[in-house]
């Protein structure tokens, strides 16, 4: 009874953060909200019972992507609102799009047929043990080249760094 | 600690589906309105999330690990890309001392 009442608090608490990130005025606060945002989601992957995902969402998410968004921030001295906005046409214009969108993937969703067998659901699945041997062992080659992807964005990341042009 | 919260199918998975596409809707919306570069990448972020939630979702309702996994290089790519993005932030910002995306068209005609 209590996983369905949690269900709804993360949902709002993420629903909300997410609103103000557009909202709010100070890049700071964008920040701090988007963060609030990846914790409600970390709840909502324990409520699944996958650990291991909700453990790398908070190190990733809310760790490292965080930190990164926050040192651009503070090196860019962003932190007074200085921001033009987009004519009202464009805004509502985006708005209606979106809204467009939501009501098509909802529409469509509801004629899903999404079933499940109930009684295989309770599972193990989430928990590090099971997926650290299944990465190990079918996911191998992903999971080097994705080292090799990581090599390549650092080395990017520092060759755009760098001052150029002296 | 092996099963935190008890029996799980209490949540029809509709829910997941509704719940992840508003989270997908608003960050669609924060790239149309937005001319910060820096809140343009925070709703690409929010789309990536919200994903990843009903990926897992899926994976945990019809038992099958390689949702998870999936989900795993999602946030691998994730963080690849927000690196070498939040540098190009960087250096457009001292080209053009704004992030304003609007400045940044040249290749656009």
Redesign the interface.
Known sequence: ?I??YL?YFF?IV??FA??M??MSRK?IH??LY?TL??LA?AG??????????AI??VI??AG??MV??LF??M??N?NVAM????SNL??IT??I???L??LT??GA?KK?D?V???E????????VK??GK??FS??RL?FEV?GI??L???V???M??KKTGD | M??????????P???Y???C??????????V?????A??I???I??ML??I??LL??F????????G??F???V??????????G??????V?RHTHS??I?FLNKLKW
């Open positions: 009874m996983t369905k269900f949902s993420a629903i997410s609103v990130v557009l890049p964008r920040v988007l945002a990846f989601l909502h992957f324990i409520l699944l019972n996958a650990q291991f995902i790398v969402n990733v998410y490292a992507i990164l968004f651009t921030v090196l860019l962003l921001e033009h906005k987009k464009i805004q985006a708005i799009t979106a809204g969108l939501f993937i909802t969703s899903l999404l499940y067998n109930e295989q659901v309770v599972t193990q699945i989430g928990l099971n997926l299944i990465l079918d996911f992903p994705s992807l990581f390549s964005a650092m990017g990341a520092v755009l760094g | 092996q099963n935190i919260t008890g029996t799980l199918p209490i949540i998975i509709q829910h589906v509704l719940f596409t508003l989270m997908f809707v608003i960050g669609v919306a924060g149309l309105i937005k001319r910060n820096l809140v990448f925070m709703s972020e929010i999330n919200s990843n939630l897992v979702a994976s945990v309702y019809h038992n099958d690990p390689a998870q996994i989900v795993f290089f946030m691998i790519v994730a963080a690849a890309e927000v690196a070498v939040l540098a190009l932030v960087v250096m910002y992030i304003d609007d």
